[in-house]
């Protein structure tokens, strides 16, 4: 049965990402969060993962083969923070700090070579490999949810490249951006009463105390009153319902699982509470 929601201790908010196709995440699903920068469709964190092996190497065996003789990768060695580094895996994020280029760990041949996605090193050059991230602390998956704070959108995870690096839909973002991961496909929410939100209802649009006509001679001929918004929403009873000149700072009366982008005026921007 449903109850209200704002006459109860309510825990948890989170801001609305409006999507035609994707619900809102459950808050309990969250598992990362951090600044990216998005290139394209890959969006790199390497703040997401802890610092591992480092050192430079002396030795090329192939292209994507670069050894150090010093390197304990299949056992774990002195280095990194904290001062013993773990074995190094596949998927592990590695950074060329000479010139800043950086690539993934395809696999660890032995105790000192090992084969990277890309060619990026020579003789000489010093590299450190970040671990703990995406892939080994965070178990992200394809399909996940991730959001935008920045840009207020969300999309599913494409592929989870290591570490420190996620594959995302071309559209989803551009430079420098503040992301959430949450473990979770939001399409898949149930359709019970505790799966919903209770929705506030807020906008970004300036709201003033005065709503001119553009034409003082033709009374009722005016713009649109940021204070009123139209939004669209599906109910946890799968009920498509569009709220028209609904009020800005109120809350809906219905829990809802999703706020949809169409039909939904331009610059509202929601906090789903649970």
Avoid: W
């Avoid at 390497?46 to 010093?70: K, L, Q």
């Avoid at 399909?143 to 290591?162: C, Q």
């Avoid at 949450?182 to 649009?205: E, K, N, W």
């Avoid at 005065?210 to 009153?225: E, F």
């Amino acid at each position: 049965m449903a109850y209200p929601k704002i006459n109860i201790n309510t825990l948890t908010g989170v801001n609305v990402a409006n999507s035609d196709t994707l619900n809102i995440p459950l808050t309990s699903s969250r598992v990362a969060s951090g600044i990216a920068t998005i290139t394209g469709t890959t969006l790199t964190d390497i703040s997401i993962a802890a610092v591992g092996a480092n050192g430079t190497f002396d030795s090329i065996v192939s292209a994507e083969r670069p050894v150090d003789s010093s390197a304990k990768f299949l056992s774990g060695g002195p280095g990194g923070t904290p001062s013993y580094y773990p074995p190094v895996v596949a998927k592990n994020f590695i950074l060329n700090t000479t010139d800043n280029t950086s690539t993934s760990i395809d696999s660890v041949v032995d105790e000192t070579t090992i084969q990277t996605k890309a060619s990026i090193f020579v003789v000489g050059e010093a590299y450190t490999i970040y671990n703990q991230g995406f892939v080994q602390r965070y178990k992200v998956k394809i399909g996940d949810i991730i959001v935008n704070e920045t840009t207020n959108s969300i999309a599913e995870i494409d592929d989870i490249i290591d570490d420190c690096q996620l594959q995302v839909p071309a559209a989803f973002a551009v430079s420098t951006n503040v992301y959430t991961v949450y473990s979770q496909d939001a399409a898949d929410l149930g359709t019970s009463s505790h799966d919903g939100f209770l929705i506030y209802v807020g906008s970004s649009t300036a709201i003033t105390q005065d709503i001119q006509p553009t034409d003082p001679v033709a009374p009722g001929v005016g713009v649109a009153d940021p204070r009123y918004v139209d939004i669209r929403v599906l109910t946890v009873n799968n009920q498509d319902i569009i709220f028209k000149n609904f009020k800005v700072g109120e809350y809906l009366p219905v829990q809802c699982k999703r706020v949809f982008a169409t039909n939904t005026t331009a610059g509202v921007q929601c906090i789903a509470m649970s």
